[in-house]
């Protein structure tokens, strides 16, 4: 589909604000959620939205919204734009991090392959120095099977305890 003259200029404008964005730019730090008026829901991490509006082109773009566009800039799935009307609607989320439950337990494990931490390692056999996920290791000769811990992310087996420093309320 060939894009029109005002289409082309929306666009350029978007482009040059993306071509000057800088990776560490804070407001790629949001989230946003938006959904088309076809249906369509689109989700990006570390992006954000900036509202256009055209005044070469007041009319232009649709009756509910005449002379509006939403851009959507992102890390790393480059940027998009949208006549306003097109959208059913659009949100911009700064990230925060979940509270949890005091008896949630807290990652006790780190993987010193891909630094992620965890509740709880996996487990698998080591068998004649191959590991081999078995469901009942019983039913096998036990002993040449040892058990191993291996990370739940990249299967290494790199992983041990961390030390976790609690929070204490107490000053001694
Ligand atoms: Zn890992």
């Known amino acids: 589909m060939a894009m029109s003259v005002q289409m082309k200029k929306i666009h ?19 989230v946003v959620h938006l959904v088309h008026e076809d249906g369509s829901i689109f989700h990006w991490d570390n992006a954000f939205l ?6 070469d082109h007041p009319y232009w773009g649709g009756t509910k919204y005449p002379g509006q566009w939403v851009f959507v800039f992102s890390e790393h799935h480059g940027f998009h734009v949208f006549a306003r009307n097109e ?8 990230r925060v ?3 949890k439950h005091p008896d949630f337990p807290e990652d006790q494990w780190i993987c010193d392959s891909c630094h992620s931490t965890f509740i709880e390692p996996s487990s698998a056999w080591l068998a004649d120095s191959k590991i081999i996920w078995v469901e009942n290791p019983e039913n096998l000769d036990a002993l040449s ?28």
Request: with cysteine; net charge positive; hydrophobic share 35%.
């Open 12 to 30: 350029k404008i978007a482009k040059k604000i993306d071509d000057n964005l800088r990776a560490d730019d804070l407001r790629l730090s949001h």
């Open 145 to 172: 099977l040892c058990q191993i811990n291996l990370c739940p992310w990249c299967e290494s087996d790199t992983v041990r305890v961390r030390k976790i420093v609690k929070k204490s309320l107490s000053t001694n």
């Open 87 to 94: 959208v059913e609607n659009f949100r911009q989320f700064k």
């Open 50 to 55: 900036i509202e256009y509006y055209d005044k």
């Open 97 to 99: 991090s979940v509270e």
